[in-house]
């Protein structure tokens, strides 16, 4: 009979793994989680610093006083000064894109009225002119910290989205000769750019993520076989033992390399067999010599209620009497008398009487001899 239970029954090999499982997921998680952030705040800290020394770059790229100049004319006669000074500024605003293509450079002055703002130059006229602003066009800077940019370097690392896009942005003063504030110029980075980093950590997280789960699984799986093979076959043996085969050879576990717990568990329960293998057949002669007690007893009884009856005492009686006859002296005379006097089936009855006596006499048990 098996004492495995049917319903209800997890192997130890099962609860390894659950438990592993949780606790790998859990530190996984919790690493993935700690990682995603350090990473994406690192990811974050390059695009700025690529952000600051973009615009950085670019300003150096720009002359102040032509670009007073270039803000404060019109671009209607293209024969003055004004226009090739803006054909030269636009060129460094692709410039700048080429070297830096997550870079979208723009120029811009104050409009002089609220926190409004004239655009100057802008990269979108060249990359995408469906979408781009045009010379001295005012827009409304009252909702972003494009304003700022006028009078100190600003920084908006949150991302914002307005007409144009979503976008990460950097601005910085222009400024003359005399160091006076003549203009801005502003990089916008796309949020698309800070999202593909950030996309491109997940799935490279991902994909680390998985192998080494993989990897520790299978890691887990092989450590739970190691451990619970030896439990099973003890469980197997113990399971024998209980079905009343006591040739189990408990010395296999012992074989393991190096010794631990199932070694001892082993020996232990090879001891613990045979302990109970000697008290078993130390029971089975006790019980086979209480069953012959039982059985003698049993005899001794029937016996006894055999030479209670009146009739064993009548048959006692009789024999005793044909013993004191035959053992007084007669002569030839008295013998012939006898004979003549006696019936023949008396004499048949009275021998098959004392033959019943000597046998009740002779038989084994605890039954008095007859006297």
Request: aromatic letters at 10%; zero cysteines; proline letters at 4%.
């Amino acid at each position: 009979m098996s004492l495995l239970p049917r319903r209800g029954f997890i192997g130890l090999r099962v609860k390894l793994l659950i438990g592993f499982t949780l606790i790998f997921t859990l530190v996984f998680a919790l690493t993935f989680g700690w990682f995603y952030w350090y990473s994406s705040r690192e990811a974050l800290a390059k695009i700025r610093t690529d952000l600051l020394n973009t615009v950085h770059g670019a300003t150096l790229g720009i002359d102040g006083d032509d670009f007073a100049r270039m803000s404060s004319g019109s671009l209607v006669k293209q024969a003055s000064t004004v226009y090739p000074l803006y054909v030269q500024h636009q060129q460094w605003m692709r410039q700048i894109h080429d070297i830096e293509p997550h870079a979208n450079p723009y120029t811009f002055i104050s409009a002089g009225n609220g926190k409004k703002v004239l655009w100057i130059g802008d990269v979108f006229r060249v990359t995408h002119p469906d979408r781009a602003t045009k010379f001295k066009e005012v827009y409304d800077a009252s909702k972003t910290q494009l304003y700022d940019g006028l009078t100190r370097l600003t920084l908006n690392m949150h991302p914002y989205q307005d007409q144009w896009g979503t976008w990460v942005s950097a601005y910085q003063p222009l400024r003359d000769h005399t160091g006076r504030i003549v203009g801005a110029l502003g990089i916008d980075f796309s949020a698309t750019y800070l999202q593909e980093v950030q996309q491109q950590i997940r799935n490279t997280m991902f994909k680390v993520f998985f192998l080494t789960y993989a990897v520790l699984f299978l890691l887990v799986y092989l450590l739970s076989s190691s451990l619970t093979r030896p439990l099973a076959r003890l469980t197997h043996s113990v399971q024998g033992v209980a079905d009343g085969n006591y040739d189990q050879n408990f010395e296999l576990f012992s074989r393991y390399k190096p010794r631990d717990e199932i070694d001892i568990l082993g020996r232990v329960f090879g001891k613990m067999v045979e302990q109970v293998r000697q008290r078993e057949q130390t029971l089975q002669r006790r019980v086979q010599e209480l069953r012959i007690e039982i059985d003698e007893t049993r005899k001794a009884k029937q016996v006894k209620e055999i030479v209670d009856t009146e009739l064993f005492r009548d048959l006692k009686q009789k024999a005793r009497t044909m013993r004191t006859r035959a053992n007084q002296p007669t002569s030839p005379v008295d013998l012939v008398k006898n004979k003549d006097a006696t019936e023949p089936t008396q004499l048949s009855e009275t021998r098959s009487e004392q033959d019943r006596a000597d046998d009740l006499q002779d038989s084994p048990g605890t039954a008095p001899a007859l006297p």
